[in-house]
């Protein structure tokens, strides 16, 4: 396989470094496994089709640069042209096919890559004289690749048909034993070293560990036969293989730098060398040029580089060129530990080094980062320093920005403003007489900030992206209609996130139409967005009081998941469950809580397992999930088993709002007022009046921070509290916190009563009852008498919802006459509970 290459690279040094061994170009270890991926991968490349896109994804170290080599080895054989691309070659890509000649174009990183990838990606859509393949290995699908699919239709189409169903699993063969493979590599790695194969005992991964991490024992295991011998067997750890391995690459690099006579006088102290390694790992230099010069702003802060030694240093990190030979899993906690350690290296790798050094340097700390969100590894807060470090390192350059934006997920509760910040940098330096771009830079900046929490501050970026979105929809009708209706479904959620239903449906609305348009066309292409779009628009319409509209959508949204969940679980299945969270919801709003039972049972159980692997990500979902389980549970008068799916979720929520408060403090103290009422209804009162008092105190913070936002929930609140102060004889306090609840509910009543009468009415019952207790007379009889009346009216609409909060209000009607000797009245009253209730049990 051929490589596009602008930068000549330098001979190896003498002394053998042995993790370039695992290089997969050097293709040391046989091809392993992967046979259904492979078959796959031909499937794909052989089709009639004229042009293909295929994303291959995965963590560091599954073996996805390997398998996609193997492939381009295997099509070169039967005739095809196949390049690998490297960075900043995709201008000259497809210009380097002869005529005619059906060409793979391999695109390693492509989760780095600046805009030149979208550009080459359009080029291959246009089509040529021959069939024209590009392959692309990244991570995973990110921000970066959402942006490429919504370019434009065609090649948002190439792209979501080659998108992966899932990332490569670790194990590289059907029910994989890890010492077999071991074993089996051993073997080339002692023919490529000159040594002795070794036996070895091997202490294995759960589940089967990625292919880097079993060849990394095995090379370690054999390169132990060079210091002790090749007697008996060899017991070896697979979960420690790579740091094992580092060791080996350390001792290598102070051998190097001896052999070349470099140590000491002649050019460094022993002690730099790490740091020396670390610098070249995180810039990635390419030219002895750029070598000299990063060896010269690092001597100011490592210990006892001779100034004059700069080009004999720079060309001897050229020869090791950890960056590049040293798979990322081996060299990278060495990186971590050395800028955490000597905090003044990073700065001085990055001060004058150029955009291209910036930006490798903050996607490699942002990569690192990336690994270490599942919470499995410790050093996660030192990793977010020096990613925050090289972020604010980079110059104002809108194309380095924009690659580094493209890689930080999203959504993601440490990430979130981070982000945020990035894009705003990314929107300064955009030029405004680039339209597109500046466009797509408002779009990121405006959901960046709605996913931080900051919604208000969100929604002007996003409307200037509109206005520029709108006149090139116009110049050119149909090329842009993915990202206009990506902006407004965004443009629509952060208006109901700002607590503006009624603004946010038309949003909504459009973004379904076109994304309809489009999925005529373009099915595959806009299947996901258009799912999401409806999800959202339930929620909204639901607000609004339409729960009818609210719960046919949602259905439609669930059935469409379902139907991009069978194809791709991996990437689909959270979609799912939070579209079916949203189906429980409308049920439940709607009356229907055992209706609503399967679905919220179903999405909490469908967000385990992604919450569990990927809980920067999902923990929100699965917390929103396991509140509306309990709500459903306690529709269904099993409040017990509530308590235990509410309590989980206040855990949850605690979490996410500690890491994100703008975005899911919210979110808290909801479910702290619904567990505390859940509780109280228990039996477990002060306990309950505990949570209840924290959701009203967490509200009360956010209905100042955001006037009319949070109002209508603080209302709520105080009622349930107002309940519980009732059952522990606290009357005075009951009838404080239910008064001010029934005075802000008949002001939004009044402003919009088809939403907030039904919990006026509620109000008021729960207000008389409070009063009758406290023996007011005639006032608790009007305040309940003005509750059945509404309630009556509400009736009319949705007597399946309505009529047993009807017979409850009667029923505390009946009681508050009797109190008054009014007994005629009293026996009138209950006998329609009695009467409705009948009907609601028929």
């Known amino acids: ?153 065609v090649t948002g189409a190439l792209l979501e048909a080659g998108r992966a169903p899932a990332d490569l699993p670790a194990a590289v063969l059907p029910g994989q034993v890890d010492a077999r493979v071991v074993a089996a590599v051993a073997g080339p790695f002692a023919d490529a070293l000159g040594l002795t194969v070794p036996r070895v005992s091997v202490a294995s991964l759960p589940g089967g560990a990625p292919m880097l991490d079993l060849q990394a024992a095995a090379l370690c295991a054999v390169l132990r036969t060079q210091s002790r011998g090749a007697h008996g067997v060899l017991p070896v750890d697979v979960s420690d293989a790579l740091d094992e391995l580092l060791e080996h690459e350390r001792w290598t690099w102070y051998r190097s730098a001896e052999e070349a006579g470099l140590l000491g006088d002649a050019g460094f102290h022993p002690e730099a060398v790490d740091g ?61 530990g050395e800028l955490t350690d000597a905090p003044a ?4 790798c990055l001060t004058g080094a150029g955009a291209p050094s910036a930006r490798r340097a903050a996607l490699r700390t942002a990569w690192i980062v990336a690994d270490r969100l599942d919470g499995r590894t410790g050093d996660l807060d030192a990793a977010l320093d020096q990613l925050g470090a090289a972020v604010a390192a980079l110059p104002e350059d809108a194309d380095a920005l924009h690659a580094v934006s493209g890689v930080l997920p999203r959504p993601s509760l440490t990430l979130g403003e981070l982000r945020a910040e990035v894009t705003l940098r990314t929107l300064a330096a955009t030029g405004r007489g680039d339209v597109v771009r500046r466009a797509e830079a408002l779009a990121d900046a405006g959901a960046a900030l709605a996913e931080a929490g900051r919604a208000a501050d969100a929604e002007p970026y996003q409307r200037e992206a509109l206005v520029l979105l709108h006149g090139l929809d116009e110049a050119d009708p149909g090329r842009f209609r993915p990202r206009l209706a990506a902006l407004l479904a965004g443009l629509g959620t952060t208006r109901a996130a700002r607590g503006l239903p009624a603004e946010a449906l038309p949003c909504q609305e459009e973004a379904v139409r076109l994304l309809r348009i ?28 339409q729960t009818l509209g609210a719960l046919g959508t949602s259905q439609e949204a669930v059935a469409l998941w379902r139907e991009l969940a069978r194809r791709s679980p991996d990437r689909c299945a959270p979609g799912l469950a939070r579209s079916l969270t949203g189906l429980a919801l409308r049920l439940l709003e709607l009356g229907r809580a055992d209706a609503a039972s399967a679905p919220a049972r179903e999405a909490q159980a469908l967000l385990r397992r992604p919450a569990e692997a990927a809980p920067d990500e999902h923990l929100p979902a699965l917390g929103d999930a396991l509140h509306v389980l309990g709500a459903v549970l306690t529709g269904q008068g099993r409040g017990e088993e509530a308590l235990k799916h509410l309590e989980d979720a206040v855990a949850l929520r605690r979490r996410t709002a500690q890491e994100n408060p703008g975005r899911y403090l919210a979110d808290l103290a909801r479910s702290l007022g619904t567990l505390g009422t859940g509780l109280s209804d228990a039996g477990r009162w002060e306990e309950g009046r505990e949570l209840q008092q924290e959701a009203v105190e967490v509200l009360r913070r956010l209905a100042a921070q955001h006037p009319g936002r949070y109002v209508p929930e603080l209302a709520e609140a105080l009622s349930g509290l107002g309940v519980t102060h009732t059952r522990l004889h606290r009357s005075q306090e009951a009838l404080d916190a239910e008064h001010e609840a029934t005075r802000t509910w008949r002001d939004l009543a009044h402003l919009d009563p088809h939403r907030y009468r039904p919990r006026l009415a509620e109000s008021l019952s729960n207000l008389g009852a409070i009063v009758a207790g406290l023996k007011l007379g005639d006032e608790a009889v009007e305040l309940v008498r003005e509750a059945v009346a509404l309630l009556r009216e509400l009736l009319a609409e949705n007597a399946a919802k309505y009529r047993p909060r009807l017979v409850e209000a009667l029923r505390t009607l009946a009681l508050t006459l009797h109190d008054q000797e009014r007994f005629d009245e009293a026996r009138r009253a209950r006998a329609e509970a009695q009467e409705l209730g009948g009907l609601a049990a028929a």
Do not use: I, Y
């Not at 695992?22 to 042009?51: I, Q």
């Not at 779009?533 to 319409?541: E, F, G, H």
């Open 518 to 545: 489009d999925a005529a066309a373009h099915p595959e292409a806009v299947a996901f967005d258009l799912a999401t779009a409806l999800s959202d628009l339930a929620a909204t319409r639901a607000e609004l009081g």
């Open 345 to 348: 290296l990073l700065g001085a």
């Open 1 to 153: 396989m051929s490589t596009l290459s602008s930068h000549p690279r330098t001979a190896l040094a003498h002394t053998m470094s042995p993790g370039r061994l695992l290089a997969p170009e050097r293709r040391v270890v046989p091809f392993v496994g992967r046979r259904a991926e492979h078959a796959s991968l031909v499937v794909w490349c052989t089709s009639p089709d004229p042009v293909g896109v295929r994303l291959v994804t995965g963590p560091g170290g599954v073996g996805k640069t390997r398998l996609a080599r193997e492939f381009a080895h295997h099509m070169a054989r039967a005739g095809w042209t196949c390049l690998s691309v490297p960075d900043d070659a995709e201008p000259r890509a497809l210009a380097a096919v002869p005529d005619g000649a059906p060409a793979l174009l391999l695109v390693d990183d492509a989760d780095g890559r600046g805009p030149a990838l979208a550009q080459l990606l359009a080029d291959a859509a246009r089509g040529r004289n021959g069939a024209v393949r590009v392959l692309l290995v990244a991570r995973g699908a990110g921000p970066w690749f959402d942006r490429l699919t919504r370019a434009d239709p």
């Open 276 to 336: 020396l390694v670390a610098a070249a790992t995180l810039t990635g230099v390419r030219t002895p040029d750029a070598a000299e010069r990063l060896v010269g702003r690092v001597a100011r802060v490592l210990p006892g580089v001779r100034p004059g030694a700069a080009p004999d240093v720079g060309r001897w990190l050229l020869d090791l060129d950890p960056h590049r030979s040293l798979p990322a899993r081996v060299v990278d906690p060495h990186l971590l």
